[in-house]
C-alpha cells in the first residue's frame, strides 16, 4: 500500500491510501489492454487476406512477417496481463474494428495490382500508427504504474510496430506507388 500525503495531528492535509491495483489509472491501463489484445486479434485474422490480396512478392513477405510478429505480440500482451495478475480478456476495439474494415473495402473496390497493393500499404500504415499510438501510451501507463516488466514488453511491442510501418513506407516509396501512378484506367 503506497500512501500519497502524510497526516500529522495538526496538518489541514488529509491522508490518502491508495494502492496501484485500485488506481483509476490501472483500471484505465487494463481497459486499454484489453482493446489492443482484441485488436492484436483481429489482426492475426485479416493480415493473411492483406497478404492473399496483394502482388508485390515484397509486400506479401512484409506483411506474412508482421503476421508472425502479431502472433508473438498476442502472448506478449497476454505476459503483460500475467504482470497485473489479470486474465487475459479482450474488449472490442472499434477503432481496430473500422481499420479492418476500411481495408477490406480497399482491396474490394480496387482491381488487382499495384493500385491495390498501394491500398493495403495505405490500409496497413493506418493499423500500425494506430497500434503506436496505443502501444506508446500504454508503455507511459506502465512507466507510472511501475510496471517495470510490462514496460519492456510494451516497449518490445512498439519497437516491432514501428519497424513495420518503416518497412511498409520503404515498400510503397521504393516501387508500389511509382508502379500504380503508371497505372491506367
Given at each position: ?109 480496387t482491381d488487382k ?16 500508427h494506430y497500434e ?54
Amino acid at each position: 500500500m503506497k500512501t500519497a500525503g502524510k497526516t500529522s495531528g495538526k496538518s489541514k492535509t488529509q491522508s490518502v491510501d491508495y494502492s496501484i491495483e485500485e488506481s483509476k489509472l490501472m483500471k484505465l491501463f487494463e481497459d486499454e489492454l484489453k482493446d489492443i489484445y482484441w485488436a492484436e486479434k483481429a489482426l492475426v485474422k485479416a493480415l493473411p487476406k492483406m497478404a492473399k490480396n496483394a502482388t508485390s512478392e515484397e509486400l506479401v513477405e512484409a506483411i506474412e512477417n508482421h503476421l508472425e510478429e502479431t502472433e508473438m505480440q498476442v502472448k506478449k500482451v497476454e505476459e503483460v496481463f500475467e504482470v497485473i495478475g489479470k486474465k487475459a480478456v479482450a474488449k472490442k476495439c472499434e477503432a481496430m474494428a473500422g481499420l479492418v474494415k476500411e481495408a477490406e473495402e480497399i482491396m474490394k473496390d480496387t482491381d488487382k495490382g499495384a493500385m491495390r497493393d498501394a491500398g493495403i500499404i495505405s490500409a496497413a500504415q493506418k493499423v500500425e500508427h494506430y497500434e503506436i499510438a496505443s502501444y506508446g501510451t500504454l508503455r507511459t501507463f506502465a512507466q507510472v504504474l511501475n510496471l517495470t516488466e510490462a514496460v519492456t514488453l510494451l516497449d518490445e511491442i512498439l519497437e516491432q510496430e514501428k519497424s513495420a510501418d518503416e518497412k511498409l513506407t520503404q515498400i510503397a516509396e521504393s516501387t508500389i506507388n511509382v508502379e500504380a501512378l503508371e497505372e491506367v484506367e
